[in-house]
């Protein structure tokens, strides 16, 4: 299999400066393909005199045929020893980084080499076209050929490369079961239970909850077993009761001894049990409808709750403000809210009590354990859009904004996410107000022009020619950052602009064009609209109770205000489950703002819901 290189190891000082020029100009001449040349005169040589306390070793060095030796070995052979050596060049392309040559290879193998050959070619193949990133082929791939396509030395590979694929592509429902059925193979893995945990952690409650029903037992135990971490997570015992009830309704997946070492140590971290909270809002401020909001949603969330709560007007001094806490014995603070005072806190080296502070974490703050930071970030949505549009394989998506401190924040974020996924910036159109939202539409699309040139052929005929305006064709979606009253006259818009010849331009938003109150009045404008919205706001799932309770209370409270109320009541449960998803950042919790998973830098990160206008009312599709 591999060509042979001698070198002499010469055991004496004296000799060595001989053999390693030796060496190099032997290596030299093996890396090119000789040349003609005049000869040249040489010198005699003189042979290095070996002395006889010189001991000599002859050692064989072995180097790994390249894809181009075996295809010159192929080039000597006929039939299936062919086909062999073509599959062996295939591979070897592939691990010295050569993906074109190699997928070359394969597809022709696919398509003319004998059944077993075939066969054996289906890993490099697939492994080639992961390498390539080649996502519209691997999902041809996938339909193509199933488990049972593969040889059984090779399916286990197979399907951790399927899942690591799937995985970098953030579809965890699909990884899922993927690792599901390589630990079918291989159940005594601890490495693939562990990147199976990891997967069951960033799911959707809708997706954990489809796996809990699923008909497999072991895709139920898997599942329920993620389901009473979230709910016991921070109550040590209960977990403890609930895993040991579990073993015995599932024997025979794995003991919770012989499960990855994070899954164990969750169930031994020490959650944080504050018996004093105090929270920190800015009562006295222009802000104070605000933090009348938040404070609603932290005693709505603790109603039922042991630990003592105190609230306190933020915009004390600091000074005062510490000796406050002190005297109070407090163990954990929620807050503050305004970002002036978050870094001025978070800032401080003697600041010792755990905090969860209500907005951003900035470049000026250092990582601290005990430091955590919860907002309603707008960067979290553009970051989840962009993630969808990789999902989806668009090309050639159009960012349509308005004007204003928020959409940059947002275009900056997904210009940043697009850059990355796709290698360039995505094409940016910003408009200032409604008289701005025409021309920019007819600019994105390019209709201005097609309407340009029918009148100039109609000029050139004499007289008027019927003709659509063609729009772009090559626009893949557009993500919409407007408000609800901006959205409403730019959807019908963008839908009639678009040319009759082609499918409509998916179009999708994010929550500033949503509109609780309006959703049943737009339904007919924002048809097929799309946008990523809090579970709150579209009051699904066992929510639904408790936002008619809400309602209730609070029948005319502002939209804005809501929204605070959802921040403050997730901002308390999170406290008693953070040092766990500190230990385990995939564990999330499903709260009123999103599903929310911890960061290593100790920022809370959501996960939207996904909403979507039809003419059967607002939908809330599992995959958009």
């Not at 030299?28 to 042979?47: D, G, I, L, T």
């Amino acid at each position: 299999m591999f060509p042979s290189l001698y070198l002499c190891i010469v055991k004496s000082s004296k000799l060595k400066p001989f053999i390693l020029l030796g060496s190099a100009i032997a290596l030299a001449s093996c890396s090119s393909a000789p040349q003609q040349v005049a000869p040249v005169k040489r010198a005699p040589e003189v042979q290095p005199i070996i002395e006889a306390e010189d001991e000599v070793e002859i050692v064989k060095i072995e180097r790994p045929l390249s894809g181009a030796d075996f295809i010159e070995q192929a080039g000597q052979q006929q039939g299936s020893e062919q086909q062999w050596q073509l599959l062996e060049a295939a591979k070897a392309h592939l691990q010295q980084g050569e993906i074109e040559q190699a997928l070359a290879i394969s597809r022709v193998l696919a398509q003319q080499a004998a059944p077993d050959v075939q066969q054996a070619n289906l890993l490099p193949f697939f492994q080639g076209l992961i390498a390539a990133d080649d996502h519209e082929d691997i999902e041809k791939f996938s339909s193509q050929y199933s488990l049972t396509s593969f040889r059984d030395e090779d399916k286990a590979t197979y399907l951790q490369s399927l899942a690591q694929y799937q995985s970098s592509r953030r579809e965890p429902d699909k990884a899922v079961k993927t690792y599901l059925q390589l630990l079918a193979l291989q159940p005594e893995q601890s490495a693939f239970q562990s990147a199976l945990w990891q997967q069951l952690g960033m799911l959707t409650p809708d997706q954990l909850e489809n796996l809990r029903q699923s008909s497999d037992p072991t895709t139920q135990g898997w599942a329920q077993l993620l389901q009473l971490h979230q709910q016991h997570l921070g109550n040590t015992p209960a977990l403890t009761q609930a895993i040991s009830d579990w073993q015995q309704q599932y024997p025979n997946l794995p003991s919770l001894q012989q499960l990855p070492a994070e899954i164990q140590q969750l169930s031994a971290v020490d959650a944080f049990s504050p018996k004093t909270i105090a929270v920190l809002l800015p009562f006295s401020s222009n802000f104070r409808q605000h933090a009348e909001a938040i404070q609603q949603g932290i005693l709505a969330a603790s109603a039922n709750q042991q630990a003592r709560l105190i609230f306190i007007d933020s915009q004390t001094d600091t000074a005062a403000l510490q000796q406050q806490l002190t005297a109070e014995q407090v163990d954990f603070v929620i807050g503050p809210l305004l970002r002036e005072q978050v870094d001025a806190i978070s800032q401080q080296a003697d600041w010792t009590i755990p905090t969860l502070f209500l907005n951003g974490k900035t470049d000026l703050v250092q990582q601290s354990a005990d430091k955590f930071y919860f907002s309603l970030s707008v960067e979290d949505e553009a970051h989840q859009m962009a993630m969808l549009f990789k999902q989806k394989n668009y090309k050639q998506p159009v960012l349509m904004a308005s004007r204003n401190p928020l959409s940059q924040r947002m275009a900056e974020q997904f210009g940043r996410d697009w850059k990355q996924i796709a290698g360039k910036e995505p094409e940016v159109y910003w408009f200032a107000d409604q008289a701005g939202m025409e021309s920019t539409i007819k600019q994105l699309l390019e209709t201005a022009a097609s309407e340009q040139r029918i009148r100039e052929i109609s000029q050139l005929a004499g007289e008027g020619v019927k003709a659509e305006p063609h729009s772009r064709q090559d626009i893949d979606a557009i993500y919409l950052l407007a408000d609800p009253s901006q959205t409403r006259l730019l959807k019908p818009y963008i839908d009639v602009s678009v040319a009759p010849t082609k499918t409509t331009v998916p179009v999708y938003a994010s929550s500033r064009s949503h509109q609780k109150s309006a959703e049943f009045t737009d339904r007919r404008d924002l048809q097929g609209l799309t946008f990523t919205e809090m579970p709150w706001m579209l009051s699904t799932g066992q929510q639904q109770e408790f936002r008619q309770q809400f309602e209730q209370l609070f029948p005319q409270q502002d939209e804005t205000l809501q929204r605070l109320f959802a921040m403050g009541y997730d901002s308390y449960h999170l406290i008693f489950r953070l040092k766990q998803q500190q230990q385990f950042p995939a564990l999330r919790y499903q709260g009123l703002t999103g599903n929310l998973a911890l960061s290593t830098g100790g920022q809370v990160q959501r996960q939207l819901t996904w909403g979507k206008y039809s003419k059967d009312g607002l939908l809330t599709p599992r995959t958009p």
